[in-house]
């Protein structure tokens, strides 16, 4: 009995909790389970304003666990056989600090390609880039050559360009030299190019520094896409839930929501009513205008739907924003080079990471928008309140901004009550609630 | 501080004890006689008194074994009436140790300025239970020590109350062997009636109340496994059986008596972070629990040595001292952190919804893989009471926040050892207390 038997309860509940989850939804390809993430490194040539890696990375991926590229190799090949040869087919995210400036990044994409090629499913494998690898046309070769070994084998790799746009760029400076940052009009121009000949995305961030210039940054990028002949829908726009938006900043994100369905209503659609609901709801309407639809988890981001390794030493983490040492969740057991097993650490954790609702969260869980509310960052909820699940006050002020406005516009352009009569009932019940709360008639 | 809404206050006031419990939460190391030599001089200092919330009524002596310092909190107590003076209260834990006459000494002075004092005494049950865990010979030296305070006490005159009670725990060993041995189980409460009996008919003073609180706790939250619940559910049908009391039931009996109220969360919620916090002379923190903890010198020491001379030091290990010192235990003077440290803990003590999805969830979990009764994954209300249950009867957001990572979820260690037969015989028992 004692401690030996407490752990190996332990590591069967979390088996048991695995099997009937993720071990499944890699098998049989079910949604809210099908996706692994390969957490590589938290070491960056960009030192971005906002970001968390760069603000908390070495307490998020103990430095010692990165220093060797062999081992960061040989743990990814484990997990990758591992997964094989129990039949399990994730889609796979790789990331890190940039890794298309790291040769072990190119050499895990090519074992996934390797060891999936003759399997009947393959994975997709999707790779967030901050592209600088265009400014440098001997890696830029080397991706393409990536990209075209996984087609030609059957793997899709898909770069999605974490690039904020030629206005906001300035919250993301290179960590080298900033004040001789290359990127012109040259280098968007490639990659706008890239994007179109590849058929990737762009997930731009909204942040509240030069959130006063984002309605110019947006109509940058809607003219580039008209430019390359990219979709005007391509673009994945998503707020930084940090705690440091401040009132005036606020005020213009809230102006920038009601310009984003004002311009694109009018100028876009011409003014086409259903072919706005259709850009809403099936076009996903940038992500950050349809609030609206249910996700079947607890929480819209990745969170439930992903498996978070990080590889330098095959922890199971809840993801990488936090991935701190006393929040780690399970690990991977090695013998003579080989997954063999997987010892639970925290299974409570574990079990309520994957399974919470974050309308239950304190203070949301009596909040009248709870139900349309993206809802926190566990991460900078982490960071800021020292608690995973605690939203904090700005956030809420952020999101709260978002919705008012949103639905402000939506009744001005006219669709607001054809929304209405879609969404699920709590849904609903929320926009009435905006309507009659914040909304003056 | 910005405190004002706390009522309670359990001050740090020894770092070092006679004794090394195997239960005790607090691991030892040889830095322990520095750490206390440190706290003595800041209570010489007395400092440490002006700085507590003034609208508290009640003082907590905590930290190792409160005698070792109380002489000089005796000495301080016309500054601390001066400076708290809606203090109505002074409670302390003793493991009896010390001379009684330090005790009666501070009672003396206690009445002299009009507080209050209420004491228990860690006291396990007969020698071979209590002198198991504590050490040997020590269930004779309380017992001798508890006559010789009644003496003394009987020869002061007092006008405040004082109430002296049993504070029993039991480790999981203990209970195999009572269930073993059932005869054990009536030598254990026979041996509290019996001395009770015998310091009542001894005591001659009437503003004395000695209360028999027999009833063992067990060691939470433990590293239990399914087996150690069904042993406890065992223990439990036993103590049902014949009547004997079981703390938890009155636990739970107040949560289904106060049904009625339990929109307000706070009432059925430990009061750590709510209405009492802890205070070492510079950072308030939850509780007591985490008391030596922004100690580095004291965290080291611990760390440096093998990890089986201690109960659990898993938590030191995880990180999880980090994060306490990050974030949950904060300077006395640092406002800002003060007020975010009263929101997050606000989130425990105001709302019920995540933590009792997130235990629903774990004990479903548990259901599923074999590790408590099948009862639960086919009887949703149960599984729905169980969550209410470790949420309000072994609600502690300071054992959680050290064994998971989060104030809001409780350890499957309490699931196992409660969900394998003991809950149900809970249940059964406050049916027939007259709970519905």
């Known amino acids: 009995m004692g401690v030996d038997e407490y752990q190996r309860e332990n590591d069967e509940l979390v088996m048991n909790f695995l099997k009937r989850t993720f071990f499944r939804g890699w098998r049989e390809n079910i949604p809210n389970w099908n996706r692994i993430e390969l957490f590589i490194d938290y070491v960056c040539n960009q030192d971005c304003v906002y970001c968390y890696l760069a603000r908390h990375g070495s307490e998020l991926y103990p430095p010692e666990a990165r220093s060797d590229p062999k081992r960061l190799l040989n743990n990814a090949k484990m997990l990758i056989d591992w997964l094989v040869e129990n039949n399990f087919v994730p889609n796979i995210d790789i990331f890190s600090g940039e890794p298309t400036v790291k040769p072990v990044f190119y050499e895990i994409v090519r074992y996934i390609v390797d060891r999936y090629k003759d399997m009947d499913r393959k994975p997709d494998v999707v790779v967030p880039t901050n592209y600088t690898f265009l400014l440098s046309d001997a890696l830029t070769r080397k991706v393409e050559d990536l990209l075209m070994y996984g087609l030609k084998h059957g793997v899709r790799i898909f770069l999605s360009a974490s690039v904020d746009g030629k206005y906001c760029e300035k919250n993301r400076p290179l960590r080298a030299r900033p004040e001789l940052d290359p990127r012109d009009d040259r280098f968007y121009d490639k990659m706008f190019r890239f994007n179109k000949k590849w058929g990737f995305g762009f997930h731009p961030m909204i942040y509240a520094d030069y959130i006063d210039v984002w309605k110019l940054n ?50 876009i ?11 809403l709801f099936r076009l996903k309407g940038y992500n950050i205008l349809n609030p609206f639809s249910r996700v079947g ?145 | 501080m910005g405190l004002e809404l706390i009522e309670a206050c359990e001050v740090l006031t020894s770092g070092w004890c006679p004794l090394r419990c195997v239960y005790c939460y607090i691991p030892k190391s040889d830095k322990m006689k520095k750490l206390h030599a440190d706290i003595v001089r800041m209570l010489y200092d ?26 000089i909190i005796e000495n301080n107590l016309d500054k601390i009436k001066e400076c708290l003076p809606r203090l109505e209260r002074i409670d302390f834990s003793t493991n009896m140790m010390m001379p009684p006459e330090i005790i009666v000494s501070l009672i003396r002075k ?93 005591c001659r003073n009437d503003k004395l109340e000695i209360i028999n609180s027999s009833a ?31 703390a938890y039931v009155f636990r739970a009996l107040r949560v289904f008596r106060y049904r009625n109220e339990l929109y307000k969360v706070r009432m059925f919620t430990c009061s750590g972070g709510d209405s009492n916090i802890g205070f070492d002379g510079r950072c308030i923190h939850i509780c007591h629990r985490t008391f030596y903890y922004n100690n580095p010198e004291y965290v080291e020491s611990i760390l440096d040595m093998p990890e089986y001379q201690n109960w659990d030091v898993s938590h030191f290990r995880r990180g999880s001292i980090n994060n306490i010192n990050k974030f949950y235990i904060v300077d006395a003077n640092d406002e800002f952190n003060i ?58 957001p300071m054992e959680n926040l050290l064994n998971t990572g989060s104030i809001h979820i409780p350890t499957i260690s309490l699931i196992r050892v409660f969900g394998n037969g003991a809950f149900e015989i809970i249940v059964d028992e406050v049916r027939r207390y007259g709970g519905r």
Not at chain 2, 154 to 178: D, F, Y
Request: hydrophobic residues 40%; charged residues 25%.
């Open chain 2, 110 to 202: 206690a009445d002299e300025v009009g507080i209050n004092v209420s004491f228990q005494v860690s006291l396990d049950g007969p020698e071979w239970i209590t002198d198991s865990n504590r050490g040997k010979g020590v269930t004779r030296r309380i017992v001798n020590n508890l006559r010789k305070f009644i003496n003394l006490i009987n020869n002061v005159k007092l006008s405040i109350n004082v109430s002296m009670r049993w504070k029993p725990t039991l480790a999981i060993g203990n209970v195999r062997e009572m269930n073993r041995h059932p005869e054990l189980i009536h030598e254990y409460y026979h041996f509290f009636d019996k001395l009770t009996d015998e310091l009542k008919s001894m």
């Open chain 1, 218 to 267: 947006f109509l940058w990028f809607q003219e580039n896409f008209k430019k390359y002949g990219i979709p005007f829908w391509n673009i994945y726009l998503l707020e930084v839930r940090n705690p440091e938006w401040k009132p005036k900043q606020l005020r213009e994100f809230g102006e920038f929501i009601k310009f984003l369905v004002y311009y694109t209503y009018n100028v």
């Open chain 2, 216 to 246: 063992p706790t067990l060691v939470v939250p433990g590293k239990y496994t399914s087996s150690d619940g069904k042993e406890l559910a065992k223990f439990f049908r036993y103590l049902a059986d014949n009547r004997y009391p079981n």
């Open chain 2, 46 to 71: 007395g400092r440490i008194f002006l700085m507590l919330p003034k609208n508290i009524r009640s003082i907590g002596l905590w930290g190792t074994e409160p005698t070792l310092t109380m002489k």
């Open chain 2, 339 to 396: 007020a975010r440290f009263q929101y997050v803990m606000r989130g425990y003590h105001d709302f019920w919804k995540l933590k009792l999805s997130i235990t629903y969830t774990l004990i479903k979990e548990l259901a599923a893989a074999g590790q408590v009764s099948s009862v639960y994954l086919h009887d949703d209300k149960m599984a729905e009471m169980l969550s209410l249950f470790i949420n309000t009867a072994l609600s502690c």
């Open chain 1, 297 to 441: 988890r607890g929480i819209g981001c990745s969170l439930q739907s992903m498996l978070y390794v990080r590889i330098g030493d095959l922890k199971i983490v809840p993801c990488h924003r936090t991935s701190y040492k006393h929040l780690e969740l399970a690990e991977f057991v090695v013998k003579d080079g080989r997954i063999v097993g997987i010892r639970a650490i925290n299974p409570e954790l574990m079990i309520a990471i994957f399974t919470f609702d974050a309308e239950n969260f304190p203070y949301c869980e009596q909040c009248p928008i709870k139900h349309i509310c993206s809802h926190g960052c566990l991460g900078a909820q982490y960071e800021f309140t020292g608690d995973l699940f605690t939203p904090f006050p700005t956030l809420c002020q952020l999101e709260l901004t978002k919705i008012v406005n949103l639905v402000e516009a939506l009744r001005d352009i006219g669709v607001l009550e054809t929304v209405r009569s879609i969404v699920a009932p709590e849904v609903r019940s929320d926009i009435d609630n905006v309507v009659r709360l914040f909304i003056k008639r």
């Open chain 1, 269 to 279: 659609l011409g003014g086409s009513k259903s072919k706005f609901i259709d850009f």
